[in-house]
């Protein structure tokens, strides 16, 4: 199994790449960019550039936004730690017929990819295929999988921890034997947990910057000459051993590889976790249709199926002591700021928001009902009642952002990009609108560092 990856990896170049794939890479890497600018001085990610730092080492890629460059894979774990910050980065890993299962592979593959580019001063077409081989892979592993997000790992750092891999080990030059090694390394330096979601810790986003680190690190060392396991993904004590159970397909992982690329298939409309989309969803939807004054809302019921409403989404809201991971995994507090705000997004993940009294008065009123069925995960309904007794009522049975089901328009993803980094304030207006250029453009740079320019 890792065998036929790896000749599939090193053997590929651009032109195995369809138009569709293409596209849906530019999309990612503006979003990503986008979402890494607005988390960049996220709680904890100054403290983090500042330790990696203070270690030394190299100056081979940009810290983005931070007018410095510093090792590769210190890099790619800063700037994957700013995206997952605000849980905004894309998610979702496809498979085959267009199903899809619960992960967050961009927020890692994406920085991997340009810090590794930036580092071999790789064109846009090497850059691209080696992203999209490590997104594929990742995805693939997560259908194969059989993940729960209740089952404990997170595969934040599991399955983009390979994905990972491939990307620096395409990119770093590995012939097939060293990229078996890389992998095998990886398999060492996989893990996490969800109880730093369960109890709403800013850890919650290290998983995915970990990975990105240990995946540069593997392919280094690989090309070094370090040997490790021969199979990573099917071996006795290998990947589909040690982190998948029963429901596990490892045929997945290689089944029409090379004929079909997957990756992330949700660009987030909403920087709050997708299990409270559907609800924050049903929300929008009354608000648009009629003009809601939130002081007059005597009533919200939100109807989420009973895993849902017991899970680390369904919680009483509270502060605590990272307000930033409360209101992001919490389906009350979202379902307050959209119905206050018409929007959820980064300004609203901060304490001062939270304490803002309209708003808690607004937090109060709203309970949780679980009265879906089993199998509605992705969908909610949403109850307000006015002090003046009118009701409304709204369903989602799929949340924005899909992109066969619900997509984002063109329009709507440039927005989110824009506004990101008018909330960053950290590229004008002017320089924003060249990055989208260039991003439309990825396939002709002879210069991943062209792209690279404007974040550092």
Avoid at 39 to 68: I, N, T, W
Avoid at 326 to 343: D, E, L, P, R
Wanted: proline share 4%; hydrophobic share 40%.
């Amino acid at each position: 199994m890792t065998d036929q990856v790896c000749a599939h990896v090193v053997g590929a170049d651009y032109t195995v790449l369809d138009d569709f794939t293409v596209s849906r890479i530019k999309t990612r890497v503006l979003d990503a960019i986008g979402v890494i600018a607005a988390g960049v001085h996220a709680p904890m990610c100054d403290e983090l550039f500042d330790l990696l730092k203070s270690y030394g080492a190299a100056k081979q890629s940009a810290a983005f936004f931070r007018g410095e460059r510093i090792d590769a894979p210190s890099a790619a774990m800063i700037n994957s730690f700013s995206m997952r910050s605000y849980d905004f980065e894309a998610i979702e890993a496809e498979n085959e017929n267009r199903k899809s299962s619960a992960a967050h592979i961009s927020g890692t593959t994406v920085p991997t990819a340009l810090a590794c580019a930036e580092r071999a001063h790789a064109n846009g077409r090497e850059f691209m295929c080696a992203l999209a081989l490590g997104d594929d892979i990742a995805a693939r592993l997560g259908a194969a999988s059989g993940f729960d997000v209740y089952g404990g790992w997170d595969n934040t750092n599991t399955i983009n921890g390979l994905g990972a891999t491939v990307i620096a080990g395409k990119l770093g030059g590995l012939d097939e034997r060293q990229l078996n090694n890389a992998l095998g390394l990886d398999l060492n330096m996989l893990g996490g947990s969800m109880d730093n979601i369960n109890y709403k810790t800013l850890a919650f986003k290290l998983p995915m910057a970990l990975a990105a680190r240990n995946a540069i690190f593997s392919a280094d060392f690989a090309r070094r000459g370090m040997t490790a396991t021969h199979d990573a993904f099917g071996g006795k004590k290998g990947y589909f051993f040690l982190f998948c159970g029963d429901k596990q397909r490892p045929e997945l992982l290689c089944k029409d590889l090379g004929e079909v690329f997957y990756g992330d298939v949700v660009v987030k409309p909403w920087s709050a976790c997708r299990a409270t989309h559907p609800s924050i969803d049903a929300c929008m939807q009354i608000v648009g249709a009629h003009d809601i004054d939130p002081e007059q809302v005597a009533k919200v019921v939100i109807h989420t199926t009973p895993r849902t409403a017991q899970g680390f989404v369904g919680q009483p809201f509270e502060i605590g002591e990272d307000p930033q991971v409360s209101g992001a995994f919490s389906i009350i507090y979202t379902a307050a700021v959209a119905i206050a705000t018409k929007s959820v997004r980064p300004d609203s993940m901060n304490r001062e928001a939270m304490e803002d009294p309209a708003l808690k008065r607004l937090v109060e009123k709203i309970e949780i009902a679980p009265t879906l069925a089993p199998d509605e995960y992705q969908t909610a309904e949403a109850d307000i009642v006015m002090e003046d007794g009118a009701a409304y009522h709204a369903r989602c049975d799929v949340p924005k952002g899909d992109i066969y089901k619900s997509p984002m328009s063109e329009e709507e993803v440039l927005d989110k990009f824009y506004r990101n980094i008018e909330f960053s304030q950290t590229l004008s207006r002017a320089d924003a609108d060249r990055v989208v250029g260039i991003v439309s453009r990825l396939e002709e740079l002879d210069d991943i560092g062209e792209l690279i320019a404007f974040m550092r």
